[in-house]
């Protein structure tokens, strides 16, 4: 009977670890540093200085693929119209949260909106079918 249970435990401490080792209890940044840019899935780490530069371009366009938006960190204008495509064959939403901005993206198809006059800001967005996987930050000046 010995002979079965050791290996069986040695099994589950190993299947343990590995679960344990990469994908939860990440705490918190504890640098002791001031400095919030580094949060993952919070949009931080997109500034103006690091975010793709949109913000001569009327209309400005994101592109969803492979369940991404590229660029997932850019600036635009806010009096600025907005198109996105969509390459992918499932469908996907162009959300900003805390703004009136939900825009439908049917599966390989061109959305083409007017500007939402956004005041200039820091916004979060994402699809909302696919959430926090499929997101960004649009800085707009
Ligand atoms: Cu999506």
Same mark, same amino acid.
């Given at each position: 009977m010995r002979r079965v249970t050791i290996p069986l435990v040695a099994l589950l401490m190993l299947g343990a670890a590995a679960c344990g080792?990469?994908?939860? !209890?990440? $705490?918190?940044?504890?640098? &002791?540093?001031?400095?919030?840019? !580094?949060? $993952?899935?919070?949009?931080? &780490?997109?500034t103006e200085d690091t975010a793709t530069d949109l913000?001569?371009?009327?209309p400005f366009t994101v592109v969803a693929e492979n369940i991404r938006f590229s660029p997932d960190c850019f600036t635009a204008s806010g009096s600025a119209a907005i198109t996105i495509e969509n390459r992918d064959g499932v469908d996907h939403t162009f959300t900003i949260e805390g703004t009136q901005v939900d825009a439908p993206l049917p599966a390989n198809e061109t959305f083409n909106g007017e500007s939402?006059?956004?005041?200039?800001g820091t916004y979060g967005f994402l699809c909302t079918i696919h959430g926090a996987s499929m997101s960004g930050t649009v800085i707009v000046v």
């Open positions: 080792g990469d994908s939860s !209890e990440t $705490p918190p940044s504890d640098d &002791g540093g001031a400095v919030i840019t !580094e949060s $993952p899935g919070g949009g931080g &780490g997109c913000s001569g371009d009327d939402a006059g956004l005041q200039p």
